[in-house]
């Protein structure tokens, strides 16, 4: 039916030369059953890789343990508000990665600019070892 969208994730893989990018994947989703493109593509980033994915080598620094708190949708801008589960684990070069991960895939799935909260306020230094982020969210929001 033409209810069947699609949605690309940013999980993260190797490429030919065995060196590790990230790695878009195409979701189909039914918009009835799974609500909004990005918020589909939100839901399954935190679900992380399917199996088949999993043995082709592709991972998500992700953890599964993140809540969507709320997707605020507005006509100029969005706002994804994720639990405190997302920033927390793994050490900061994990952090980064997330971070990237999330902000290619919600600029994938929306055209209007993407701010992140995380427990309701606005990140804009994460994690344990003060990860500064630029808001409106783009490839360029993270200072290394």
Known sequence: ??????SDLV?????????EVYKVIKRE????????????AITSLIMGPKQDEKSGGVYSEVPTSTN???IYDKEDKVIVDLSS??????????????????IKTINKNTDKPAFLYIDGKQ???????????TQPLSEN???D
């Open 85 to 102: 589960g997302f920033v927390y684990g793994g050490g900061t070069e994990s952090v980064y990665k997330r971070l990237f991960q999330l």
């Open 68 to 70: 969507i708190l709320h």
């Open 11 to 19: 999980f993260i893989g190797k490429n030919a030369a065995g060196e």
């Open 123 to 133: 990140a804009d230094v994460i994690g344990g070892d003060g990860i500064m982020i």
């Open 141 to 143: 929001s993270i200072g």
């Open 29 to 40: 989703y039914d918009e009835n059953i799974d609500g909004s493109k990005l918020r589909f």
């Open 1 to 6: 039916s033409s209810d069947v969208c699609s």
